[in-house]
């Protein structure tokens, strides 16, 4: 079983939304944090916001903040990014990693699973 499941990518203009989920497959020892990180072409993979695993600590990048919001779902175990007020510097290949040790929650090596992301493109 794939333990990280991303959906809801897809082409939209500038200022819609879109709301990207991460179907998790992992037991809560498995997993302390989900973040998403995204990848734009010919750029470095950078950190958008993480959520532990009591969904009471969060944060989001200073770049996203005021329009992405993230949450979760314990019961349907999804994690979802809302995007709000898209830019079309927000085109990039989004992807959903879950961590089970310490370490920055910012860095990507701290995240051992990784989903296979999901492509947002925003035009203008």
């Known amino acids: 079983q794939v333990p990280l499941v991303e959906s809801g990518g897809g082409s939209v203009q500038a200022g819609a939304s879109l709301r990207l989920s991460c179907a998790v497959s992992?037991?809560?020892?498995?997993?302390?944090?989900v973040a998403w990180f995204r990848q734009a072409e010919g750029k470095e993979r950078e950190w958008v916001a993480t959520i532990d695993s009591t969904g009471t600590n969060l944060d989001v990048a200073d770049s996203v903040k005021g329009r992405f919001t993230i949450s979760q779902d314990n019961a349907a175990n999804t994690v979802s990014l809302q995007m709000n007020s898209l830019k079309p510097e927000d085109t990039a290949m989004y992807y959903c990693a879950a961590r089970s040790g310490g370490g920055s929650y910012r860095y990507q090596g701290s995240y051992r699973y990784w989903g296979q992301g999901t492509r947002v493109t925003v035009s203008s």
């Open positions: 992992l037991d809560t020892f498995s997993r302390n944090a």
